[in-house]
């Protein structure tokens, strides 16, 4: 019987315990730094952003050297056609960078072409070797829990990597996912992208050369180039810089998923594809995203999808936190049936994934007794 810890405190607003994966605070009422910073949109003069918007962008247009404005990391989601959307109506000439995982779903492949062809816009598509990927996958589970680190690292490496060889300096990204989960940073921080934060919260700490050689699995440096960040050189000489557009555009999903339907065609998932959330609009540019890559968040911090997504509609007053309850309780714990398609992409067995994964348990949240995993409930 391992020591049973603390009871987890839970936010008394929204849904999130004090150990989420995104570091967050709370108040003396008990409500988190993310709802806190949720409110916060009402009081933002979203026009005033939009034009501000414009501006930052139509001063890099009036110095730029090549054909394009600006560079937009895209994976094909409702907030990459959302992004795309906002500096082509504003009359900008984006280039679209997409990082392939090798894990895209059928629907997010289509909205992904589709993108591309509704935009009229010149986009690279980038795929590394399938052998690495598989060999990633395996790494980054025994190293960090985490076998779709690698798309984290590809995603905040390869568009950065043309930028600089493009000379394009100005990139757009969709929202700060720590801000407007946790609260990280307020609507006035006008927060930007940066390596410190692409360094330790969307790698986790780790790099490229962590996994050179690691577990057996001969990866070397070349194989591994895709996730070398430019150096500061480099991008200094380009200044390269990332801003997020939900800094500039109120950001709900709730609002922009079904307006990209309407305008673009943009599709959901089936009713029913994703178990780990009731959502059908997101996360469609990685089958494992919302699935088994979730449930190690489970594994790790005692929550996962469900509790992110209720937690953002309690903030929008979509659900009642005793709605969002109900779904956490139904979802966070299930071991989604998209493990079987990892486990024989990677091979391996479902003892060699559990054996691994318990690892990874967080003390604060669980703990062993009589052979058997437990932690605290939400209720």
């Excluded at 090549?66 to 994976?75: A, C, E, K, Q």
């Amino acid at each position: 019987m391992s020591v049973r810890p603390s009871k987890m405190k839970y936010c008394t607003k929204c849904c999130y315990p004090a150990a989420s994966a995104a570091p967050l605070s709370f108040d003396e009422n008990g409500v988190c730094s993310g709802c806190r910073v949720a409110a916060q949109r009402t009081d933002v003069d979203w026009p005033r952003r939009k034009q501000m918007l414009y501006d930052l962008i139509d001063g890099y247009r009036k110095t730029k050297t090549g054909p394009y404005d600006l560079i937009v990391p895209v994976s094909g989601g409702k907030d990459s056609f959302l992004q795309v959307h906002t500096v082509k109506e504003m009359g900008f000439n984006p280039l679209l960078v997409t990082y392939n995982g090798n894990n895209y779903t059928d629907v997010g492949l289509r909205n992904l072409r589709r993108m591309r062809d509704v935009f009229d816009a010149d986009h690279i598509f980038f795929t590394p070797s399938v052998r690495v990927l598989k060999a990633m996958n395996r790494v980054g589970m025994q190293v960090m829990g985490d076998m779709n680190w690698h798309a984290h690292a590809g995603i905040f490496t390869y568009p950065i990597r043309e930028a600089v060889m493009r000379k394009v300096p100005l990139m757009l990204w969709g929202e700060h996912g720590y801000a407007d989960l946790a609260g990280m940073h307020g609507y006035n921080d006008f927060v930007e992208f940066t390596y410190r934060f692409r360094h330790e919260h969307g790698l986790r700490g780790y790099e490229w050369h962590d996994l050179v050689s690691a577990f057996g699995e001969n990866l070397s440096s070349w194989d591994l180039d895709p996730w070398k960040y430019p150096c500061d050189e480099a991008v200094d000489a380009v200044g390269v810089r990332g801003i997020f557009l939900s800094n500039y555009v109120r950001w709900d999903a709730n609002d922009h998923g079904p307006l990209m339907q309407k305008l673009y065609g943009f599709q959901g998932a089936p009713p029913g594809y994703f178990e780990r959330t009731y959502r059908t609009l997101s996360n469609l540019d990685d089958q494992h995203e919302n699935g088994i890559h979730d449930y190690m968040k489970f594994i790790k911090f005692g929550y996962g999808r469900a509790t992110d997504h209720v937690c953002k509609d309690i903030r929008a007053g979509l659900m009642t936190r005793e709605q969002g309850i109900k779904e956490v309780l139904a979802r966070d714990h299930i071991k989604s049936r998209d493990i079987h398609r990892w486990l024989a992409y990677v091979g391996w067995t479902m003892e060699m994934f559990d054996e691994c994964a318990d690892k990874f348990r967080d003390p604060r949240v669980w703990w062993k007794e009589d052979g058997v995993w437990k932690k605290d409930s939400i209720v």
